[in-house]
């Protein structure tokens, strides 16, 4: 008399019979024999594919406002009620921002970018390293003298159409965060220009 195949026995076989294939695939994976997807197919498990994706150009300008606007409540907030020197809060807040612009929003956008490389049209200063970190220790110095302008700028004009009751900019993290990054775009949109007018002089010259 034949004993009777046990299911269990029948399952666990092939389950393990299935996997072991599975394994084999994965193995023996070539370019040859690899599955491809489309870009559209493979951006759903990259990032949030929902309706209310935000566009590129809204993330990047909300991540700046966001860390200028941290800048303004840490050291003019916070550092100026120990350092009373005007002058040497604006030294301060000029070498933070070129810090927190290199350290903190660079590379923020650099690890977020979908291609290698896809962040630079948001950088001021695209060189990493020392070089990089020095040139932005620079560029926090003309951000915070455009600041200024703006404030002052500001300030002067409600005072021209308002007369002396006029309202005053007072520097908060908000409005600071939006004026640092305008003037941060203002300076990428005149880098950005200038490099496409030599490179289309260099055309014509060839």
């Known amino acids: 008399m034949k004993p ?3 299911k269990e026995q029948d399952k666990s076989s ?3 019979q299935l996997h072991t294939q599975a394994v084999d695939t994965l193995v023996n994976a070539t370019a040859e024999n690899t ?3 489309s870009k559209e197919e493979l951006e759903k498990y990259r990032s949030f594919h929902g309706k209310w994706r935000l566009p590129e150009t809204l993330k990047v300008l909300l991540i700046k406002v966001w860390f200028y606007g941290a800048v303004c409540f840490f050291v003019f907030w916070g550092l100026g009620l120990y350092v009373t020197a ?3 809060l604006y030294f301060i807040a000029a070498v933070i921002l070129g810090m927190v ?8 956008l650099r690890f977020t970018e979908k291609m290698p490389g896809g962040s630079r049209r948001w950088l001021m200063v695209s060189r990493r390293g020392t070089m990089g970190f020095v040139m932005n220790l620079f560029y926090g110095f003309v951000l915070l003298f455009l600041v200024i302008t703006i404030y002052y700028a500001l300030n002067t004009l409600l005072q021209l159409l308002f007369g002396p009751s006029a309202p005053v900019l007072n520097v908060e993290p908000m409005l600071f965060g939006v004026f640092t990054t305008a003037a941060d775009t203002l300076c990428i949109l005149i880098r950005q220009t200038s490099a496409s007018i030599l490179a289309d002089a260099g055309r014509k010259t060839h």
Do not use: A, G, H
């Not at 612009?101 to 923020?108: C, K």
């Open 101 to 108: 612009t290199d350290l903190l929003i660079n590379r923020f």
């Open 35 to 37: 599955p491809r997807y």
């Open 4 to 6: 009777t195949p046990n």
């Open 86 to 88: 005007q002058l040497d």
């Open 14 to 16: 092939s389950y393990y």
